[in-house]
C-alpha cells in the first residue's frame, strides 16, 4: 500500500475505527496523490516562469482559449476553460456546505465535511461504490429504486441489491422492512442506500417515518454493525406536503453514532435545474468526526475522482458559484418550485375527481420529487405502455409491475389528458385479455 493512503488510513482509524471497516479493499488503498506533478505544479505557482502547468496559456499568461468558446460565457478563460481541482473549486464547496446548513436547519452545529465535486450525482454515486463497495457486498434498499443502481453498484462493483419492499400494506414507508434487512445475517459492515423524494415513487418519509428509519438505523449500530448510509438526495427539496419530513435524513444521520458513516449525494443537477451541467456532490458525516478525519475522507474521494474522470467541468462550478450569489436566485428557484408544486396538486385533483380510474390503477403513496406511481390492476404495464404509445401520442415508463408517470415533465392542461389517456389504453388491454 503507497504510504499516503497509509496516512490516510491512520488518520482516520485514530478518530473513526468503523470506517476503516467500511472502506472497501480499493478505498482503503486510494489517496489523493500529494507528491509527484500536483505537488510540484503547486511549489511553481506565481515563480516568473512555470513549465509545470498541464493546459496551454495564451503569450499573456490566460488559459489559452478560443474566442467562439468564449464569446458565449460571461466569465473569465481561467473560470471557464482552465481544470479545476480534482476536489472542485474552494469557493463552491464552501458555498454548498453553506447552503446545506440554510436548506436542513437540522444541521446546525453538527460537523460534516467540506463537500467535494462530483460530475453530478451518478458519479458521486459510482465513487461511493469505489470507496464502499467490494464485490459481494450486499446494499440494503427499498425495492422501488432507481434502475441505474443496478449498473452503478451490481455490474461495476459486483455487489448485490438486497431490496425491502418499500411500502407496507398501510402504504406506510416500511421501516420493519428496513429492520428486518438490516438485523438480518451476522453483525458486520452494512451498507444503505436511501432516496428520497424516492425515484420512482415520488415518496418522502412523513416526520415520524424519517425518525422511525433513523431509531432503527442508531439500533443497527448500537449493535456493533459498521453502517455506511448512502444518502441519494438527487430531488432534495421538491416536498409538497406539510408532514413531510422537509430535510434530507442526512441531518438526522451524520451525529448519529460513531458506527454511522452518512454520506449525502445531491447537486444541482435536479435542485437548480441544469441536468447536463453534470455537476454534484459528496458530503460526509460521522459522529465523531474530525476534521482531520473529514479530510482524509474527502482525500479518498479525490483520488478516486482523480484516477476516474480527473476533476469535474469547471465551467459548470464556475457558473452556478455565480447564480448562487446572484441576489435572484432564490425567487427563481421559488418560482419552479411552486409550478412543480402545482402539477403534484393538480395530479392529487384528478386522481379525487375520477374515482372509476380506481376501476384500472390505484396511486403508490407519493408526496414530493419529480414523480408518481400506479399500480395496473387488470392489465400489463407493458401492454398499457405499447398501446398509449400508439393510440394514444401518450409515453410513460413501464417497469417492475408499475408504471411512472413524470408530472414534472407534463404541463398543467395536459395532466387531464395524461390520466384519462391511462385509464382508456389500461381498459382496452384489459378487454382485450
Ligand atoms: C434517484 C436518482 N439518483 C441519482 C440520479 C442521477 O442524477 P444526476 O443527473 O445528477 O447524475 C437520478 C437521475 O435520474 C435519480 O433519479
Redesign the pocket.
Given at each position: 500500500m503507497d504510504s499516503q493512503a497509509k496516512q490516510l488510513n491512520e488518520v482516520i482509524a485514530a478518530a473513526c475505527p468503523a470506517v476503516m471497516d467500511l472502506l472497501s479493499r480499493k478505498g482503503r488503498e486510494i489517496y489523493f496523490p500529494k507528491l509527484g506533478i500536483l505537488s510540484q505544479s503547486a511549489e511553481a505557482q506565481g515563480k516568473a516562469i512555470n513549465a509545470t502547468i498541464g493546459i496551454a496559456l495564451e503569450e499573456d499568461g490566460n488559459p489559452m482559449h478560443l474566442a467562439c468558446v468564449m464569446s458565449r460565457v460571461q466569465l473569465s478563460a481561467s473560470q471557464a476553460v482552465s481544470y479545476a481541482p480534482s476536489l472542485g473549486t474552494p469557493d463552491i464547496r464552501k458555498q454548498w456546505k453553506a447552503m446545506l446548513g440554510k436548506k436542513n436547519p437540522g444541521l446546525a452545529g453538527k460537523s460534516f465535511s467540506l463537500p467535494v465535486v462530483t460530475s453530478?450525482?451518478?458519479?458521486g454515486?459510482s465513487t461511493c461504490g469505489y470507496l464502499f463497495c467490494d464485490p459481494g457486498d450486499a446494499i440494503i434498499l427499498a425495492d422501488l429504486f432507481?434502475e441505474?443502481y443496478e449498473l452503478i453498484f451490481s455490474h461495476a462493483c459486483g455487489a448485490r441489491l438486497d431490496a425491502f419492499a418499500m411500502f407496507t400494506g398501510q402504504g406506510r414507508f416500511n421501516v420493519e422492512g428496513l429492520r428486518a434487512r438490516l438485523m438480518a445475517g451476522k453483525v458486520g459492515k452494512k451498507i444503505v442506500c436511501l432516496?428520497f423524494p424516492?425515484?420512482p415513487t415520488g415518496y418522502t418519509p412523513m416526520i415520524e417515518e424519517a425518525h422511525a428509519i433513523t431509531t432503527v438505523l442508531r439500533e443497527a449500530a448500537e449493535r456493533g454493525n459498521k453502517l455506511v448510509v448512502l444518502v441519494?438526495d438527487?430531488?432534495f427539496g421538491l416536498v409538497y406536503e406539510r408532514s413531510v419530513f422537509p430535510e434530507s435524513i442526512f441531518s438526522l444521520l451524520c451525529d448519529l453514532h460513531p458506527n454511522l458513516l452518512a454520506v449525502k449525494l445531491d447537486?444541482p443537477?435536479?435542485e437548480d435545474y441544469v441536468?447536463g451541467f453534470?455537476m454534484?456532490f459528496i458530503t460526509y458525516g460521522i459522529r465523531g468526526g474530525t476534521s482531520a478525519v473529514y479530510e482524509a475522507l474527502e482525500a479518498k474521494t479525490g483520488g478516486a475522482i482523480r484516477g476516474n474522470i480527473s476533476n469535474a467541468a469547471n465551467v459548470s462550478q464556475s457558473l452556478l458559484l455565480s447564480a448562487y450569489r446572484d441576489g435572484t436566485y432564490a425567487t427563481e428557484k421559488r418560482a419552479k418550485y411552486e409550478l412543480l408544486r402545482s402539477r403534484y396538486e393538480r395530479v392529487k385533483q384528478i386522481l379525487a375527481a375520477h374515482p372509476e380510474y380506481t376501476q384500472e390503477f390505484v396511486a403508490l403513496p407519493f408526496n414530493s420529487g419529480y414523480f408518481m406511481c400506479v399500480r395496473l390492476r387488470h392489465a400489463d404495464p407493458e401492454q398499457v405502455r405499447q398501446k398509449l404509445l400508439t393510440d394514444y401520442a401518450t409515453g410513460v415508463i413501464a417497469m417492475s409491475g408499475i408504471v411512472r408517470l413524470a408530472f414534472s415533465a407534463v404541463p398543467l392542461a395536459q395532466l387531464p389528458v395524461l390520466f384519462d389517456n391511462l385509464f382508456r389504453a389500461a381498459r382496452d388491454v384489459k378487454k382485450k385479455g
Open positions: 453530478a450525482l451518478t458519479h454515486l432507481w441505474n432516496n424516492n425515484n441519494d438527487a430531488y447537486g443537477t435536479k441536468w453534470r454534484g
